[in-house]
């Protein structure tokens, strides 16, 4: 069977930036099973997994507007400590929801702390990053219905319910 939208595809990969250091990697024999064509991966990622089949390897770049975007200045902003009103301990790397200019919610990360000045950063973590995967497909088969309509894959390397 060959990758198309509503299979479900489980790949073993490992995630690079451009110097080579791993980002992150499935685990342990344990491969990432996602239902493809519902955007569960990056575009970059999923476009070059489209018409794959189990047992193929293949090493992938991502430039940032496939990936995870470009990295945006504008989301990154200096506020008072005052505006975390109700949160006991602030530490960098927190995260919180937060409404965009335009009123889509989105997550805010702290990055940096200095006396009563909080720094909050709106841009994913790999915005603006080149990414290098090296993936191999272990498994391709059919969504079931119940999938379809989560629009998540069901039992091990998914979701249980």
């Known amino acids: 069977m060959i990758i198309a939208d509503k299979c479900v595809v489980s790949i073993d990969y490992t995630l690079r930036n451009n110097k080579g250091e791993v980002l992150d990697a499935s685990g342990n024999g344990e491969p990432l099973s996602y239902l493809h064509g519902t955007g569960a991966l990056i575009p970059g990622l999923e476009n070059e997994l489209t018409g794959k089949k189990k047992g193929d390897k293949l090493n992938v770049t991502v430039e940032p507007k496939d990936g995870y975007g470009e990295f945006m200045p504008q989301l ?3 506020l008072p400590r005052a ?4 949160v006991d301990e602030l530490e960098v790397g927190m995260e919180f ?3 965009s200019a335009d009123g889509h919610s989105m997550v805010v990360r702290i990055d940096s702390i200095e006396g009563d000045e909080v720094t909050i950063n709106g841009n994913h973590p790999l915005a603006g990053m080149t990414l290098e995967f090296e993936v191999a497909v272990a498994d391709v ?3 079931s219905d119940e999938e379809l309509d989560h629009g998540h894959v069901h039992g091990a390397g998914g979701h249980h319910h």
């Open 141 to 143: 088969r059919e969504a």
């Open 83 to 86: 505006n975390f009103e109700g």
């Open 76 to 78: 990154i902003q200096k």
């Open 97 to 99: 929801q937060a409404s």
